[in-house]
């Protein structure tokens, strides 16, 4: 009889924490961490940062100043070298006018200009005016969206001070192509075929690379790029299976 009862109240307890979400058991999830610098005058500001444009990855990792660095804390299966570029990169975005499209860069280059490679081997390389006609700080806000073909697409919307650059930048090359830099990688080389002046715009690509320059430009540039001087085990955690419905 006791066991008959036991058997009864079993069969209604469980049912009852299933359908309410609750877990019986837990999983170990394992962690890494990434220690990162250098650390600047300002480790708050570049925690801020990284936060920020992890956030719109939606990577939540735990972030901390440790003796040695900055010290990045995630779940491993969430650790990728997407992730590494987004943590890594300054972040520093400008605009150039285009002199050339070439190969691979030359020896020697005129007075006054740069080479900066395309994203990858088969963009080439662009000769570029060295001076950007703007950059830094001069983004206000990204969203990722599609463009009029349906294709994944970055807009972008400038700052008042950046609007008004890139009106007077585009305007002087109308008809000319501009590269469009981020951290010294040509992302985006469009031809100029009117002024743009209403201070925002669109950058094509495909979906993976779209959502990485999102990201890195989410945010304000850093300072300093950071290099990650050493990866390491972390701490393993337990989390409970539980979903609420």
């Not at 307890?13 to 309410?20: A, G, Q």
């Not at 294709?151 to 008809?175: I, V």
């Not at 701490?235 to 979903?243: C, D, F, Q, Y």
């Amino acid at each position: 009889m006791v066991s008959a009862v036991r058997l009864l109240l079993w069969a209604l307890v469980v049912p009852v924490l299933l359908s309410s979400g609750a877990a019986l058991a837990g999983s170990t999830v394992e962690r890494v961490a990434y220690i990162l610098g250098p650390v600047s005058d300002d480790p708050d500001r570049q925690i801020a940062i990284l936060k920020g444009r992890l956030a719109t990855w939606k990577r939540y990792p735990d972030i901390t100043v440790v003796e040695d660095g900055l010290r990045v804390e995630i779940d491993r299966d969430l650790a990728d070298p997407l992730l590494q570029q987004i943590l890594t990169a300054r972040g520093f975005l400008a605009f150039h006018a285009v002199d050339d499209l070439v190969l691979t860069c030359p020896d020697a280059l005129a007075p006054g200009t740069a080479c900066l490679p395309g994203l990858s081997p088969d963009d080439g390389a662009y000769v570029v005016l060295a001076d950007p006609a703007l950059s830094g700080e001069i983004l206000q806000a990204v969203d990722q969206v599609g463009d009029a073909r349906g294709l994944p697409a970055l807009s972008f919307r400038f700052t008042a001070e950046g609007t008004k650059l890139f009106g007077e930048f585009t305007t002087l090359r109308l008809g000319q192509t501009i590269a469009v830099v981020v951290d010294g990688v040509v992302i985006s080389a469009p031809r100029i075929m009117e002024p743009i002046l209403g201070g925002s715009g669109l950058l094509s690509g495909d979906d993976q690379d779209i959502a990485v320059w999102m990201a890195i430009l989410s945010e304000p540039p850093l300072e300093r790029p950071l290099q990650i001087l050493r990866e390491e085990a972390a701490e393993p955690v337990t989390r409970g299976r539980r979903r609420r419905k």
